[in-house]
Nanobody, 122 residues
Framework: DVQLVESGGGLVQPGGSLRLSCAASGFTFSDYCMRWVRQAPGKGLEWVSEINTGGTNTNYADSVKGRATFSRDNAKNTLYLYMNSLKPEDAAVYYC???????????????WGKGTLVTVSS
């Protein structure tokens, strides 16, 4: 069974930073591109970032570009999303997701974690 478990969310002040983690299991982690998606209160889902299988290429939404770094440790089956200069608009539930098909970041996701809540407030 595929499991994705996010952690690292919490309350941060505007301008602060945090690191989110996602522990993956139940599939060959290194064969799949992964994505972070978030949902702010009252808003729809927003794609945040994606990473290729080897962790050598990433893409970011314009809203977080320059403030976010997506990385993976395939030996540990773990993803990381580091964010700095946090803005109130970054407050959301952040979901770790798996791309459905192997060795591509085209197409949708088939598994989601339960999410971790990031609150940005002074």
């Amino acid at each position: 069974d595929v499991q994705l478990v996010e952690s690292g969310g919490g309350l941060v002040q505007p301008g602060g930073s945090l690191r989110l983690s996602c522990a993956a299991s139940g599939f060959t982690f290194s064969d799949y591109c992964m994505r972070w998606v978030r949902q702010a209160p009252g808003k729809g889902l927003e794609w945040v970032s994606e990473i290729n299988t080897g962790g050598t290429n990433t893409n970011y939404a314009d809203s977080v570009k320059g403030r976010a770094t997506f990385s993976r440790d395939n030996a540990k089956n773990t993803l990381y999303l580091y964010m700095n200069s946090l803005k109130p608009e970054d407050a959301a539930v952040y979901y770790c997701t798996k791309v459905r098909n192997e060795h591509t970041w085209d197409g949708g996701m088939d598994y989601w974690g339960k999410g971790t809540l990031v609150t940005v407030s002074s």
